[in-house]
């Protein structure tokens, strides 16, 4: 980029394409129907969903918006979705590429444009407005910007309240399992238990059609769970662990591996708990035998740790270090499968030490 360019503001650059060439030539100053202007914000959307050069296909995602610019926002037929989906895009692009001064900037475009709307139309924009704001939410906590990843959460949720589409569910879901999740942090288990319990009935109003929701189901089961381990409510734990288990047996959905083997451990943990020992084992092994299609590095390391835990309880609780020794054994075994010897170092050097323990 040369010294002239420097300066040049990136939300009011064009991307011509031999596809919306004749929008830029020569009639671009020229009135035009709002019809035409809607057209052309339509064309350069399907053109930036094409584009693979990140450059370009922001351009095109600018193109969107300096084509709707010449349109009234707050007449009727001002097309609403096709900004906001256009914005939620962009500015989605821009947290992939990790451009922060862009993700900024496009929130900020994003809130002007919503705060300037009347109430009936805001009311239109809710939804898409929530999922931006909520992956903002995401941001802001990788960031750890606690402070106004807590404030647009709860902006979420004040302004979603009453809105029972599958996206405005999704975001406030998210929205109050972040606050829950801050909660149990600082250990006050029972605002905790609050939040996520109404994540939970946001995410089961949404439809089946809902992205996202069986994982999120999954997860808030766990968690809340967790917050109930915690604070040594054992029986609604338990509930909660065998809940997000049963969703993990019996359906498909992304992170399925993770969820399950953390409420699994956390369950057998419970079962340790309370001295039902061989209930414990048992637990360990069903995982183990239920997720023998998980082969990769990571399932292998969590393999390896349960079958180490289940050798821990013969050896610490039963006092049977025979069958201890089988299941360290058992553990070395599967750690040999990983592909990455640095993938498995931990598991391996701590079953390592505890058979030598039991063989000096």
């Avoid at 414990?280 to 180490?308: G, M, P, V």
Wanted: charged share 30%; net charge negative; with cysteine.
């Amino acid at each position: 980029m040369d010294d002239n360019q420097k300066d040049t503001d990136i939300s009011e650059i064009y991307f011509v394409t031999m596809d919306n060439l004749d929008h830029y030539i020569e009639d671009d100053t020229l009135p035009q129907s709002d019809e035409t202007i809607i057209e052309r914000a339509q064309l350069d959307l399907r053109l930036a969903r094409k584009e693979d050069i990140a450059s370009k296909k922001r351009m095109l995602y600018n193109n969107v918006f300096i084509s709707l610019k010449k349109l009234d926002t707050n007449k009727d037929n001002f097309p609403y979705t096709l900004y906001l989906t256009a914005s939620y895009e962009r500015f989605t692009l821009d947290l992939h590429c990790n451009a922060k001064e862009l993700v900024e900037s496009d929130i900020a475009k994003l809130d002007d444009f919503y705060n300037q709307l009347s109430k009936e139309n805001k009311d239109k924009c809710i939804p898409l407005y929530c999922l931006s704001l909520i992956q903002y939410t995401d941001y802001l906590m990788n960031n750890n910007d606690i402070e106004n990843a807590v404030d647009i959460a709860t902006k979420i949720i004040t302004i979603g309240k009453g809105f029972d589409d599958d996206n405005t569910l999704l975001a406030r879901c998210k929205a109050y399992s972040t606050i829950g999740s801050l909660m149990f942090s600082i250990q006050n288990f029972d605002q905790a238990k609050a939040y996520m319990g109404e994540a939970l009935q946001c995410i089961l109003k949404a439809s089946d059609q809902c992205t996202g929701k069986t994982n999120l189901t999954a997860t808030l089961a766990f968690n809340i769970g967790n917050v109930y381990f915690q604070s040594n409510e054992l029986d609604y734990a338990e509930k909660c662990f065998q809940r997000a288990i049963n969703i993990c047996r019996y359906e498909d959905f992304e992170d399925k591996f993770e969820i399950w083997q953390y409420a699994s451990n956390y369950y057998a943990q419970l079962l340790v708990s309370r001295n039902q020992y061989k209930e414990a084992i048992e637990e360990y092994q069903k995982f183990i035998d239920e997720t023998s299609q998980y082969n990769d590095d990571y399932a292998i390391n969590r393999k390896s740790e349960f079958l180490y835990r289940i050798a821990l309880i013969n050896y610490k609780f039963l006092n049977d270090s025979d069958t201890a020794l089988i299941y360290l054994n058992k553990a070395k075994d599967e750690t040999a499968k990983a592909k990455d010897e640095n993938s498995i170092y931990g598991i391996k050097s701590t079953i390592q030490e505890l058979i030598d323990n039991l063989t000096k």
